[in-house]
């Protein structure tokens, strides 16, 4: 048992249970008086709370395999459990029994998983250990009624700060209750729709907190047929049209939402700050151009927005839109500075044609084409 290493991961640390549960049939006739030692090894090496609700059962044939029907893992200083598995069966050949101490060979399924706020069911992965690296892979769950899959990598399972690597695909995700699990229900801007999501990155830390200021990485999105919920791009444009013909700008009652017909776009993560340049939203009466970043710890934003109308449409420029503060409390608004100085330029060139007409009538010849020259 002081050999076996305790291992730590996303999926990792419901192995590690499954593990030490497995070498300890060999010395126990009940299997639950391992639970005790389990809690108490996790607790010595990682620091977290270890929570195994239940009886723990296992079979050998036609492969070892324990089953623990509820776990939860709960971080230092932290209220809420950052794993929560329902269901938890691991199994291995008899054979890689025999190699313990170099490696291990198994599989983990999971019928229920919350991590860090994400809600994932019916789960499966391949697992293998050896040489102090941890692979899930691969791993395959339904996500938010869409579906998972990838490869997560863990090293350094037992230092003060382990270090991780995925690699994940989602296709068909509805995006909307995702983003709400992980923002918190008091979030008033969230994005609905069905999306494509590609991630690849890697952190270190153990605690939500520390993973998340350490996050590194690249993503891809593309969703379809969507809204955004607490900016309303159709009052911004209405209002930046009485803006720019001299009239009141009315405050509305409630910011509603957007509803477009595509949003994609990509993200580069940095030091748990995830920067885009490229995100494109389509909707039939307006494209939107947007850039800026969140803190994902803090969860606070800068946007900005350049709208442009559809054909048809009264307005033909661009329309700049900012959106910062944090998601509880954003701040969505015209760029009224940025539309004062395209008014002054407007009102710039409108003097410049008056002079260029005045020069044509009452100044002839190379002074006058000079002086047109200068104004162009």
């Known amino acids: 048992m002081k050999k076996l290493k305790i ?35 996790v607790r010595k090496q990682t620091g977290y709370q270890l929570s195994i609700q239940g009886e723990l059962s296992w079979s050998f044939y036609p492969y070892i395999s324990v089953k623990m029907n509820h776990v939860t893992l709960q971080a230092p200083d932290e209220q809420v459990s950052f ?84 690699s994940m695909r989602s296709s068909d995700v509805q995006v909307g209750p995702l983003l709400q699990d992980i923002n918190g229900k008091d979030s ?94 389509l909707s039939s009466a307006f494209t939107t151009n947007a850039k800026g970043y969140i803190e994902l710890a803090s969860r606070i934003i800068d946007f900005h927005l350049q709208v442009q109308p559809q054909q048809g449409e009264k307005i033909h420029w661009k329309i700049p839109i900012v959106v910062t503060g944090s998601l509880n409390q954003p701040d969505v608004r015209l760029n009224t500075m940025e539309i004062q100085k395209f008014l002054a330029g407007k009102e710039i060139e409108k003097a410049k044609q008056k002079a260029v007409e005045h020069i044509k009538k009452h100044i002839p010849g190379k002074t006058g084409e000079f002086l047109q020259n200068l104004l162009r």
């Not at 270190?204 to 990485?217: F, I, P, T, V």
């Not at 607490?230 to 009052?235: A, E, H, K, P, Q």
């Not at 409630?254 to 993560?269: A, D, K, Y």
Request: hydrophobic content about 45%.
């Open 7 to 41: 291992l730590f991961s996303i999926l990792g640390l419901l192995v590690v249970i499954s593990v030490l549960a497995i070498t300890g049939l060999i010395y126990f006739v009940d299997l639950n008086k391992m639970k005790p030692v389990i809690i108490e090894e």
């Open 83 to 166: 794993v929560d598995a329902t269901d938890i069966r691991f199994m291995t050949d008899i054979t890689d029994l025999f190699y313990l101490n170099e490696k291990l060979r198994g599989k983990i399924r999971i019928s229920k998983i919350r991590f860090m706020n994400m809600n994932a069911e019916n789960v499966s992965a391949g697992m293998y250990w050896k040489d102090h690296v941890l692979t899930l892979s691969p791993i395959k769950a339904s996500l938010y009624k869409g579906k998972l899959e990838g490869t997560v990598i863990g090293r350094n399972l037992l230092s003060v700060s382990p270090h991780w690597q995925w």
């Open 188 to 281: 008033k801007i969230n994005i609905a729709g069905v999306g494509q999501i590609t991630l690849r990155a890697e952190t270190s830390g153990k605690s939500r907190e520390q993973m998340l200021h350490a996050l590194n990485g690249r993503g891809e999105f593309s969703l379809n047929n969507g809204v955004v919920e607490g900016v309303d791009i159709n009052y911004l444009l209405q209002s930046a049209e009485a803006l720019l013909n001299g009239e009141q700008v009315m405050s509305p009652e409630n910011i509603s939402q957007t509803v477009f017909n595509s949003l994609t776009g990509s993200v580069v993560i940095k030091n748990g700050v995830a920067e885009t340049h490229n995100m494109f939203l």
